[in-house]
């Protein structure tokens, strides 16, 4: 297990972060942000995940940074749907940069969107009666996904390891010449599963470069990212740039570090935010069988040719009729947000699995999270309205 923090003090207070990275569970950088400009950021490397479901790993591949070739933008409301609207001062936030902006997709309050009409039918085929699981943990146990974060971190030259990398990963080129692809991804950022995991597993970076906080972060998604060698830089199977001052789809057809072609990190359960009372975000889910087919912000899909199963970005709301009232501490705050912005599907793994950071103040709130939220069934949820269909470029 590596560590690596960088801390700082203001008004008094310390500030820590830490990071979870995973296509369906990962390893993960953890992150308490301050009311302050100053903070504590601590990044640790987090094995992968305990789960035994299998993970949609099936023609990943990464678009390039942010070109959208059906030329639609991923705004709070996507076409089809009643749109929400994410509300001022409500973005994301980690370590001082904002999370996409507020009429993002990921930040939208989905309350009050229109019902899919073939909500009930995607349902139906995935298995309702399942009860939900955190797909995360603590340090000690190595279950979560990481993320780093920093600014100003040397360029590294990016080898891919297999031949779609070149030609489907966003590209930066080198200010020496010579490689289309160098990434400011620090050659000690945490890897999913720590540096012992399996090389042919999902191996997840998420790294933050902070430099234009807070409207203009970066974030950098490697897939299958190897285990950096000397001065080599990094090896992996693709990698993914987002903007996060903008809303810009990726190219349709086109995955990402993820099967649905989105970003990882916006949608985890971090430890900060949950300890604040508050996600302000839709989360990230996962099921074992999906469609050929995906609703935007999605741009790629992972699955069959059935139009019965759901497609990758289907955005489900638990139903405000559901009894939160028995439920208290960190499961209430993620039911809350469900029911607020919702969860979107982004990859295929174990059913109703919802994916969150590695972070050691879990310990003392693990068990009841597990226990409480296998309380609540798929059939509890309710599928919005926020687009149709696409199969553009698969």
Request: net charge negative; charged share 10%; hydrophobic share 35%.
């Amino acid at each position: 297990m590596t560590w690596i923090a960088i801390c700082s003090v203001g008004w008094g207070k310390l500030s820590c972060v830490t990071v979870t990275d995973r296509n369906a569970k990962g390893e993960v950088m953890r992150k308490l942000q301050l009311p302050m400009a100053l903070g504590f950021l601590l990044v640790l490397s987090c094995g992968g995940s305990k789960a035994s479901a299998p993970t949609g790993t099936g023609g990943r591949v990464s678009s390039p940074g942010g070109a959208n070739s059906s030329g639609g933008a991923g705004s709070g409301g996507a076409t089809g749907g009643t749109t929400g609207t994410a509300g001022a001062g409500s973005v994301p936030t980690i370590a001082g940069c904002n999370i996409f902006p507020a009429d993002n997709a990921w930040n939208a309050d989905v309350s009050g969107y229109s019902l899919d009409p073939n909500g009930a039918t995607y349902l139906a085929n995935m298995s309702p009666t399942t009860g939900f699981h955190p797909d995360w943990g603590t340090v000690s146990d190595e279950y979560g996904i990481p993320f780093s974060t920093g600014a100003g971190a040397t360029p590294q030259p990016m080898t891919w390891n297999v031949d779609y990398g070149a030609t489907e990963s966003d590209p930066l080129p080198c200010t020496s010449g010579g490689n289309q692809f160098c990434y400011p991804i620090p050659l000690t950022a945490p890897i999913e599963g720590g540096p012992t995991a399996d090389t042919g597993s999902d191996r997840h970076v998420l790294y933050i470069d902070t430099a234009g906080a807070p409207n203009n972060c970066t974030l950098y998604e490697l897939y299958n990212a190897q285990n950096p060698t000397g001065t080599s830089g990094w090896t992996a199977s693709n990698g993914a740039i987002f903007h996060l001052g903008s809303d810009v789809l990726r190219t349709a057809g086109w995955t990402s570090a993820d099967a649905a072609g989105l970003p990882i990190l916006p949608g985890l359960v971090r430890y900060d935010e949950v300890m604040a009372g508050e996600i302000r975000h839709a989360i990230r889910f996962t099921v074992q069988k999906s469609q050929q087919g995906y609703i935007h912000p999605a741009t790629h899909a992972a699955g069959n040719s059935s139009t019965t199963l759901p497609p990758m970005g289907l955005r489900l709301r638990l139903k405000a009729s559901f009894d939160t009232s028995s439920f208290s501490g960190p499961t209430l705050v993620i039911l809350t947000a469900m029911k607020k912005y919702g969860i979107i599907l982004a990859d295929n793994g174990s059913n109703w699995y919802i994916s969150g950071e590695c972070n050691q103040g879990w310990a003392d709130y693990m068990d009841d999270l597990v226990s409480n939220l296998k309380k609540v069934h798929g059939s509890d949820f309710e599928v919005v309205n926020t687009g149709t269909v696409s199969t553009v470029g698969l």
